[in-house]
């Protein structure tokens, strides 16, 4: 069975194990509540939908009680759909930290940090001019195109805008550690996002490639 | 925020003795040696020194490291351990230090005499 948890990203530090400093993330996963389960026949696709983390309850409007009434659920920060065969789920179902273990490769999915509107050196990594001797050009793109022929910009020109923001995965993380009694999972490496953002935990596609050969 | 507290907390040791910059400590580090592959690898710890003086502790809680300094055959070397490390076996303190600073960087650009620190006079 596939394996997948939405969770809350906490913050990074270390480990030691082996005699090793590892650095690791540690992710508050689960315990997620199944909330629907998305069939082909009424929603043309696959998927489970799983609620996680406490809110207000004052602060659920009316058609999300109801919806999660279905679960037996009563206030949840955020509802996610993971890429989960629904057969082997129930509604009202928990899914916990324990189905990892130590050893696994997971990729991890989250919103990266906004950057705001990011010049072209930060953005694409352009080399930028000398920052003196009588330099006229500092920071800036340069030229965008030609003349007469094109007489117009190439779409996907790199330029200047909004950076970051973006649904990142970070992929074949290791797990570290797993506490199943404070819902903790340890990934070594970095994870998108910053702390206190919503992460989802999948069993990596490199392991599963693996394990199919 | 609680929950990385209480994991750092896990991973410190308890018996590590008070020490600061310009105290001289010797520091007792075990080393794995590993020899052969497959069925005939053997792996033979042995421990090993370092003795000199402490110029630096930088980071707080399991992700303190501190850094010791010594002159070997003429030639100044530095060393920084993480003080909680399972490879640090033991921390003795040799010599405790006066100095007024916590970052004994000058030390240095010294050589000879004034590359010395003060004894401490009354140790609590």
């Given at each position: 069975m596939e394996k997948a948890i939405i969770g809350e990203k906490l913050g990074m530090t270390q480990v030691f194990k082996d005699d090793l400093m590892i650095p690791v993330t540690v992710i508050k996963a689960g315990p997620c509540v199944v909330t629907q389960l998305k069939s082909r026949d009424t929603d043309g696709y696959e998927a489970v939908q799983v609620g996680f983390g406490d809110k207000k309850p004052d602060s659920v409007n009316m058609p999300m009680k109801g919806h999660l009434k279905k679960s037996g659920s009563?206030?949840?920060?955020v509802l996610a759909e993971l890429p989960l065969d629904p057969a082997g789920y129930k509604t009202g179902q928990k899914i916990s930290v324990g189905i990892f273990e130590e050893g696994d490769r997971t990729d991890v999915t989250g919103i990266s940090k906004g950057k705001g509107f990011a010049g072209v050196v930060k953005r694409w990594g352009f080399a930028g001019g000398p920052s003196s001797h009588g330099a006229r050009f500092h920071r800036a793109p340069g030229a965008i195109g030609q003349c007469a022929t094109p007489s117009r910009v190439f779409k996907g020109k790199k330029l200047p805008g909004r950076m970051g923001s973006d649904r990142v995965t970070v992929q074949n993380l290791l797990v570290v550690g797993v506490d199943t009694d404070k819902d903790l999972l340890l990934v070594k490496g970095a994870v998108p996002g910053a702390k206190g953002t919503v992460v989802m935990v999948r069993e990596s596609v490199k392991s599963k490639k693996k394990a199919k050969r | 925020m609680k929950e990385i507290e209480t994991l750092e907390r896990s991973q410190m040791k308890e018996d590590v003795i008070p020490f600061q910059p310009g105290d001289t400590v010797k520091v007792t580090i075990e080393i794995k040696e590993a020899s052969g592959t497959g069925e005939k690898r053997t792996v033979r710890t042995r421990s090993q020194a370092f003795q000199g003086l402490v110029i630096r502790r930088q980071g707080a809680g399991a992700r303190e490291t501190f850094t010791v300094r010594k002159i070997s055959f003429g030639v100044g070397v530095e060393r920084t351990f993480p003080l909680h490390s399972p490879v640090i076996k033991d921390i003795q303190m040799v010599q405790e230090g006066d100095v007024?600073?916590?970052?004994?960087?000058y030390i240095r650009d010294k050589v000879g005499k004034a590359a010395r620190v003060k004894k401490k006079k009354f140790t609590s």
């Open positions: 009563e206030a949840l920060r | 007024r600073r916590a970052k004994l960087y």
